[in-house]
């Protein structure tokens, strides 16, 4: 087995986190297959893996350990882009995304949704107890309730400090961009009988229009899962993910055989060809195949991740990033 220490290069540590490691595109934790294994976007995805973890190691399924995952993170008020306590849209309403999608293609979503503390259990009532895939808006908080939800204020006092800031320095009314603005928790999993699965929540944008909706909730833009081949989902600035049908592309990128760091670098690749204002936004994207083997890229730095196995034991990974590398 490789010794993980040997092909992971230490970033300085002024710079970095405790735990944390960058790495090059390959020297990412790809060459350590096995399942079962979780992964998680960004520092918060490592509380989403531990929850994870306890189900998939005791050898419960991938879906139901990303659903577990991803609740952690929506209900947690100090991650202010996914659930509780989230930046509000520019109207001061918290509005929320999520799908999820297990092994045997059958997949869930919600946009839009209000009130509702975790999306991704709504997302996954979508897929299970009606005939479609997406519902959003007022029928999905509706929906919600009906299926036994509470209503919960996601409002906190953070969000209505930070939309006062906001209105204050933007006269325009228009929402900023920056590759801070969408930290998006995507989680991936790969069980002890060899089935993926994987969800995607996210309050989207800060101070969005109201109604706008990302790639979180869209299947083939936030999260796509094929249990033959491998799973992948996204992070950043939605509307690039979406034209390139960003974690579709990865999967299939995997299928032609690349590895998972290569199939998210090519998508990468696509959402340069499909958006010209690519140096001014953040997109990146992780990714599973069926041997367990992960990997991650992104546009520009600042986007980490986490995995946990039994080798990697929930360890932070910096991946490959375009813009300084072009």
């Not at 300085?12 to 979780?38: I, S």
């Amino acid at each position: 087995m490789p010794n993980r220490r040997k092909f992971l290069k230490a970033i300085p540590l002024a710079a970095a986190a405790p735990g944390l490691l960058a790495c090059a595109p390959e020297d990412q934790p790809e060459n350590l297959p096995g399942k079962p294994v979780v992964i998680s976007t960004w520092q918060h995805g490592q509380a989403a893996n531990v929850a994870a973890w306890k189900i998939i190691s005791a050898g419960g399924s991938a879906l139901d350990a990303v659903e577990a995952g991803a609740r952690v993170t929506e209900a947690d008020p100090e991650v202010h882009t996914v659930g509780l306590g989230s930046f509000p849209d520019r109207d001061g309403i918290v509005s929320l995304d999520a799908c999820i999608m297990g092994p045997d293609g059958d997949c869930g979503s919600v946009a839009n949704v209000r009130d509702i503390l975790h999306p991704v259990t709504v997302a996954r009532m979508v897929m299970e107890r009606t005939p479609h895939v997406m519902i959003s808006g007022a029928g999905a908080t509706d929906f919600a309730l009906s299926q036994g939800m509470e209503r919960t204020e996601l409002l906190t006092e953070f969000g209505r400090e930070a939309l006062a800031k906001w209105r204050t320095k933007n006269p325009d009314y228009l929402p900023k961009i920056n590759v801070e603005n969408h930290d998006t928790i995507g989680i991936l999993a790969l069980d002890v009988n060899g089935d993926l699965a994987g969800a995607c929540t996210t309050s989207g944008a800060a101070f969005k229009y109201g109604g706008r909706v990302g790639d979180s909730p869209i299947i083939g833009a936030g999260l796509y899962v094929d249990n033959t081949i491998g799973a992948a989902t996204a992070t950043g600035w939605g509307e690039a993910v979406i034209r390139a049908c960003g974690t579709f592309l990865v999967v299939e990128f995997m299928r032609q055989g690349h590895s998972p760091t290569d199939a998210c670098r090519l998508a990468v690749e696509r959402v340069i060809e499909k958006n010209p204002d690519w140096k001014s936004i953040q997109v990146g994207f992780i990714a599973i195949n069926k041997a367990g083997e992960t990997g991650a890229y992104c546009l520009q730095s600042g986007f980490d991740f986490a995995v946990l196995n039994a080798q990697t034991d929930n360890q932070m990974f910096r991946p490959g990033y375009k813009i300084e590398a072009s």
